[in-house]
T-cell receptor, first 113, second 117 residues
Framework: QKEVEQNSGPLSVPEGAIASLNCTYS??????FFWYRQYSGKSPELIMSIYSNGDKEDGRFTAQLNKASQYVSLLIRDSQPSDSATYLC?????????????FGAGTRLAVHP | DAEITQSPRHKITETGRQVTLACHQTWNHNNMFWYRQDLGHGLRLIHY???????NKGEVSDGYSVSRSNTEDLPLTLESAASSQTSVYFC????????????????FGPGTRLTVL
């Protein structure tokens, strides 16, 4: 089992729809969770961080965390073609004797007009 | 504006050569990280540093080394490049070390695409 798992996609949604991206993680003790967006050929950029159970909203983005079920999700409302990118879920875990940021392989999102 | 830069942006080298990738940040962050990104694997940690003269191995450190002589720079050296090290390399920095509690976000440089022939 991978430490952080995401569906690779592509997830295809029409413009204006809600895109739902999901991530599960293996370490029940994890406390810090991040969503990064990565355009093709570019570096990851942070779009959301979440630390507590529940929802966190920032503009069109909502991160949802459920530590009991060990999943974190990202909702993008009113999806735009400019949201087409790969979304990386990242979780801080203690593994191998140190804390590290573990990334999922990413979900590719395609928003079509 | 503070930033993090990497050089070169693209590099082609031959098997067995030594290669150094530069990373420079002006955030004044103590914490710096090197990752590699390969299709299907996401980002994997190579080395990290929590301050000057501090370096630590990550999960895929074999064949790589780093040194930290000042706050701003963390160069990554491939001692004898191998074809398996063909990848995209990202440097990142943060203002606090990763902890088991709340951790701050990492900011990424633009990346270096390395090809080993």
């Amino acid at each position: 089992q991978k430490e952080v798992e995401q569906n690779s996609g592509p997830l295809s949604v029409p413009e204006g729809a809600i895109a739902s991206l999901n991530c599960t993680y293996s370490d029940r003790g994890s406390q810090s969770f991040f969503w990064y967006r990565q355009y093709s050929g570019k570096s990851p950029e942070l779009i959301m961080s979440i630390y507590s159970n529940g929802d966190k909203e920032d503009g069109r983005f909502t991160a949802q965390l459920n530590k009991a079920s060990q999943y974190v999700s990202l909702l993008i409302r009113d999806s735009q073609p400019s949201d087409s990118a790969t979304y990386l879920c990242a979780v801080v875990m203690f593994s191998g004797g140190y804390n590290k940021l573990i990334f999922g392989a990413g979900t590719r999102l395609a928003v079509h007009p | 504006d503070a930033e993090i830069t990497q050089s070169p942006r693209h590099k082609i080298t031959e098997t067995g050569r030594q290669v150094t990738l530069a990373c420079h940040q002006t955030w004044n962050h103590n914490n710096m990280f090197w990752y590699r990104q390969d299709l299907g694997h996401g980002l994997r940690l190579i080395h990290y540093s929590y301050g000057v003269h501090d370096t630590n191995k990550g999960e895929v450190s074999d064949g790589y080394s780093v040194s930290r002589s000042n706050t701003e720079d963390l160069p990554l050296t491939l001692e004898s490049a191998a074809s398996s090290q063909t990848s995209v390399y990202f440097c990142a920095s943060s203002d606090a070390p990763l902890t088991s509690g709340r951790s701050n976000e990492q900011f990424f440089g633009p990346g270096t695409r390395l090809t080993v022939l």
